[in-house]
C-alpha cells in the first residue's frame, strides 16, 4: 500500500474533507505542510513540531528538499541512517519534493537537454546531474511517504510556446519518473534497519519501551508496514495558460500517478490568475485522489484554495517571515484590516504584525489573544520585540512557533467548516 485517501465531507465549493492514510500515519486534510528544507524546520525541533497547534495537536507532515538533502549531508548518508524519519527522529509522515524547482532557481550555470539537467552546486560550485531517474534514486534513498516526479520550472513570464515546450519535457520526465518508481520502490532503506527496533513494535501506545531503545522516539515508530511502499505524485505544469494547464493535466492523469501536484504557480503572477489556473487545473484532476499546489501561500490564499478542493500545500512563508519578525494573527473585533504591505493585497483573515516596531516595546499582550499557541500563552509582544532586536535566536524560534500554529490552526478551522 502507497496511500490511501478517504473522503468524508464535501462543500458545493468542491472542498473537500478527507483522511490521507500514509506509510509512516494518517494526514487529516486539507493540510498545510511546514517545509524543512535541510531536515530542519528552521528554528523548531520536532518534539515542538508534535504539539504546535492550539489545541496541543501537532504536524502531521511535514516536507523536505531533496536538493539540499542530495547537496548535503548526501541522500547516502540519509540511506545509511535509514532514511530521512529516522535520520531527524521524525515518525510521522514526510513528503520531498523532486529537486527540480531548486535545480532551477538556486543552482548555477544549468545546461538543460531531454535527459536531464546538469547544474553546479549552490554551495560549493561542485558539477552534478538530475535526471529524473536519479530524482527518484535519490528521492527513495531519503524515504518519504510521499515523492515528486521530476519536472521542468519554466521562467515566468514565459511565452505560449517556450512554455509547451517546456511542459512536453516535465510529461515525459514524469513518465520517466513512474518507471523508475515502479522498478526501484521496493529499495526504500525503512526496513533495513528495522530488525533492531522490532522489539519496541505494538508498544507504540505505551511510549517508548526504554530497555529496547534508548531514544525517545524508538526506531519501531519509524519502521512502517513491510508491504507499504513510497506513493509519487505527478506534477501539472502549464505556466499562466489555461489551454496547457488542461492539457497538462489530461497528459498526466494518463499516466496514473497516485496523486497529483500543480507546480509552477506562485512565482510572481496576480492572484487571480494563480486561482484561475488552479480552479481549471481542478476541474480536470479525479476527485478521488489527493491534489496538491505548491508553494503557496498567504494564511487567507491557503483558506481559500483548501475550499476550492485543494488537498495539500506548503510554503516557506510562515518560518522565512517569522525569521523576519512578521507575524500573523486573527484581527480583532472591528479592526481595519490593513491594506497592502510590500505591494500585496490586504488579507481578509490574517493581520500582518512587524514586531521589531518600536509601538511594541511595552505591549504587554501576546501576539494574538485569539490564540492559544505555545507562544501566545507564555510571552507577550514586549519580550518577542526585545528578542527579535537583540538578535537572540530564541526570538526566531518563538516567532516561528506562533506562525506554523496560526497556519495549521486556519486549516484546522477550514476542515471544521468542511465537516458540516
Ligand atoms: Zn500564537
Redesign the pocket.
Known amino acids: 500500500m502507497g496511500l490511501k485517501f478517504e473522503i468524508s465531507a464535501s462543500s458545493p465549493e468542491g472542498g473537500r474533507r478527507a483522511a490521507l492514510h500514509l506509510p509512516h500515519g494518517t494526514v487529516q486534510t486539507p493540510v498545510f505542510m511546514p517545509v524543512g528544507t535541510a531536515a530542519t524546520v528552521k528554528t523548531v525541533q520536532q518534539e515542538t513540531l508534535e504539539r504546535i497547534c ?1 489545541n496541543g495537536a501537532g504536524a502531521e507532515i511535514i516536507l523536505s528538499n531533496t536538493y539540499h538533502l542530495y547537496l548535503r549531508p548526501s541522500h547516502e548518508v540519509i540511506r545509511r541512517a535509514g532514511g530521512v524519519h529516522r535520520f531527524m527522529a521524525w515518525p510521522r509522515p514526510l513528503l520531498t519534493d523532486s529537486g527540480g524547482f531548486q535545480v532551477f532557481s538556486l543552482a548555477k550555470l544549468r545546461k538543460i537537454s531531454d535527459d536531464g539537467v546538469e547544474f553546479r552546486s549552490h554551495l560549493d560550485g561542485s558539477k552534478h546531474f538530475f535526471s529524473p531517474e536519479h530524482s527518484i534514486e535519490v528521492q527513495i534513498a531519503l524515504g518519504a511517504d510521499i515523492m515528486m516526479a521530476f519536472d521542468e520550472c519554466v521562467e515566468t513570464p514565459a511565452t505560449w510556446e517556450r512554455t509547451q515546450q517546456s511542459m512536453g519535457l516535465t510529461h515525459a520526465w514524469a513518465a520517466r519518473s513512474r518507471q523508475y518508481w515502479l522498478d526501484h520502490r521496493h529499495e526504500v532503506p525503512w526496513h533495513e534497519q528495522g530488525e533492531q527496533g522490532e522489539q519496541g513494535t505494538g508498544n507504540r501506545e505505551q511510549g517508548t519501551s526504554a530497555s529496547a531503545d534508548p531514544l525517545s522516539v524508538p526506531s519501531s515508530h519509524m519502521t512502517p508496514d513491510p508491504s507499504s511502499h513510497q506513493s509519487l505524485f505527478g506534477i501539472v505544469q502549464g505556466g499562466m495558460y489555461p489551454d496547457l494547464r488542461r492539457e497538462s493535466a489530461e497528459r498526466l492523469v494518463e499516466m496514473d500517478f497516485e496523486g497529483y501536484a500543480i507546480g509552477g504557480l506562485a512565482v510572481g503572477e496576480p492572484r487571480e490568475v494563480t486561482r484561475e489556473m488552479i480552479a481549471r487545473t481542478l476541474e480536470i484532476l479525479p476527485k478521488d485522489k489527493p491534489r496538491y499546489v505548491m508553494g503557496v501561500g498567504y494564511p487567507d490564499e491557503i483558506e481559500e484554495y483548501a475550499r476550492m478542493g485543494v488537498d495539500m500545500m506548503d510554503c516557506v512563508l510562515p518560518t522565512r517571515a517569522a525569521r523576519h519578525g512578521l507575524l500573523f ?1 486573527a484581527p480583532e473585533p472591528g479592526e481595519e484590516l490593513s491594506a497592502k504591505e510590500n505591494g500585496e493585497p490586504a488579507s481578509r483573515t490574517a493581520v500582518r504584525m512587524n514586531i521589531k516596531r518600536v509601538e511594541y516595546a511595552e505591549d504587554q499582550r ?3 489573544p485569539a ?6 500563552r507564555r510571552y507577550s509582544r514586549a519580550y518577542l520585540r526585545h528578542l527579535f532586536v537583540a538578535k537572540e535566536p530564541l526570538g526566531l524560534t518563538l516567532n516561528s ?2 506562525n506554523l ?2 497556519y495549521l490552526d486556519t486549516m484546522s478551522r477550514v476542515r471544521a467548516g468542511l465537516a458540516g
Do not use: G, K
Not at 490564540?371 to 501566545?376: E, P
Open positions: 492550539s494573527r501576546p501576539i494574538d490564540c492559544s499557541c505555545l507562544v501566545c512557533i506562533h500554529s496560526f
